[in-house]
């Protein structure tokens, strides 16, 4: 098997582009919401656009044209004579309700970029930068508390001010093989890396107590290095029935960083630690069901076990967190001569809950996604589009609503650069 030259100039011109957009989306955001100041922020799930567009599912979708990171055991499915790379931009409007209370916010970055390529017939290569969460918030209110004064009480103003930033990406490589024609193993090593930082101040609204304030900043810095395993069964039936089954697991492992606390006042302290953090065990599977290479749909569960995890060094300061997603996706003829026959459409759902405890009250998110696959011509190149609408809701303990709409564009380039010379 040989790389064509056009294979080679685009190879290095990816490789350049790889490298600028990482530091990009290392030192991006796409978030802002009072929801992420716990924890370490969102939670990002592994999936490129279509996986986004079919409700989040990936652990049991297995195909040659999109590159699948939910599952690593997927990357032995692509075609031994073709390149692929995927990039996605996306933009987020959130509203933010609380009593008579609106807000509107709109974000936007880089999101991801990939690639994979065969390294033989049965064995895949994978390698990407992905998120793996995100803080974005900026808020603040007034309140005022009761101080004894004599026989009286005073009231006194007060005013809290939290904003924090930042987010942790993760660059994986994962290699996948293909065994007893019904079988894929995938493993992938994940670096997570980058910094989430966190203000927070008091200040009493008295005259003549300018000072009178506190001030608390927190910066983690993270870089740790961990592992992700999947293993997909795939079976034809009657020519026109494709079933996958997947399953993944991420082990228990320290989240190896610094942090570093410092609270300004009356008195000024400053903390520094390490090993505080861990990453969870996380078990997930899913089932994909494909008719006559038109018509697919799955089911994918995840539980991330969160409440064995050391944060800030206590263990039981987070919950588990749990998923259901579940897509669809329909192509009416996957060769017809129409472009619109060639189109594909996506649609889905989500609900999940959050791994953070508010106040002994859990956060939780369901989303509605749809998108469309739009097949360029005379090129196995796709433009993807997806759609997301959701809401978080805590109203227990932040009294706090969140809708969220969010669109995202990927770019999906799929074109044969590897070929078997022929013998003269």
Not at 351 to 379: A, C, E, M, R
């Amino acid at each position: 098997m040989t790389l064509c030259k056009k294979g080679w100039l685009y190879i290095i011109a990816l490789v350049s582009a790889f490298f600028m957009f990482s530091l990009d989306i290392s030192a991006q955001n796409n978030i802002n919401s009072p929801y992420t100041r716990f924890g370490y922020g969102r939670l990002n799930d592994l999936g490129f656009s279509r996986n986004q567009a079919m409700g989040g599912i990936g652990y049991a979708l297995r195909t040659r044209q999109h590159i699948n990171p939910a599952n690593p055991a997927s990357f032995s499915s692509i075609d031994s004579t073709s390149f692929i790379f995927e990039f996605g931009v996306s933009g987020l409007f959130s509203n933010f309700s609380s009593g008579t209370t609106n807000k509107t916010t709109f974000t936007s970055n880089l999101e991801y970029l990939a690639f994979q390529i065969p390294v033989t017939k049965w064995l895949g290569l994978s390698a990407g930068m992905v998120p793996y969460s995100f803080i974005g918030y900026d808020y603040k209110f007034t309140d005022s508390i009761s101080v004894p004064n004599n026989l009286d009480a005073t009231e006194m103003p007060y005013q809290q001010s939290f904003n924090g930033k930042g987010g942790i990406s993760q660059v994986y490589f994962g290699l996948s093989a293909s065994f007893l024609k019904h079988f894929s193993l995938g493993v992938s090593a994940y670096y997570l890396f980058g910094n989430l930082s966190h203000y927070r101040a008091l200040h009493f609204l008295v005259e003549r107590m300018p000072a009178y304030y506190t001030i608390q900043t927190s910066t983690m810095f993270v870089r740790s290095f961990n592992f992700h395993y999947g293993i997909q069964y795939f079976q034809t039936f009657a020519k026109k029935h494709d079933l996958v089954v997947g399953l993944v697991y991420d082990h228990q492992s320290k989240l190896t960083g610094d942090l570093t606390v410092n609270t300004l006042g009356v008195d000024t302290l400053i903390v520094s630690a390490k090993e505080m953090f861990d990453l969870p065990n996380m078990y997930a599977g899913g089932i994909a069901y494909t008719y006559d290479k038109r018509l697919t749909v799955g089911v994918d569960f995840m539980f991330q076990e969160f409440s064995k995890t050391r944060f800030m060094g206590v263990v039981d300061s987070l919950g588990n967190r749990a998923k259901l997603s579940l897509g669809a996706e329909y192509i009416h003829k996957p060769l017809g001569n129409r472009y619109i026959d060639r189109v594909r459409w996506r649609f889905g759902t989500n609900y999940s809950q959050s791994y953070v405890n508010i106040k002994g009250y859990n956060t939780h998110d369901f989303g509605i996604t749809f998108g469309v696959g739009l097949p360029l011509k005379t090129t196995k190149t796709m433009l993807n589009v997806n759609f997301e609408y959701g809401y978080i809701n805590n109203r227990e303990a932040l009294l706090l609503k969140e809708n969220y709409y969010k669109i995202g564009l990927n770019v999906n380039l799929n074109e044969l650069w590897f070929f078997k010379p022929k013998i003269q």
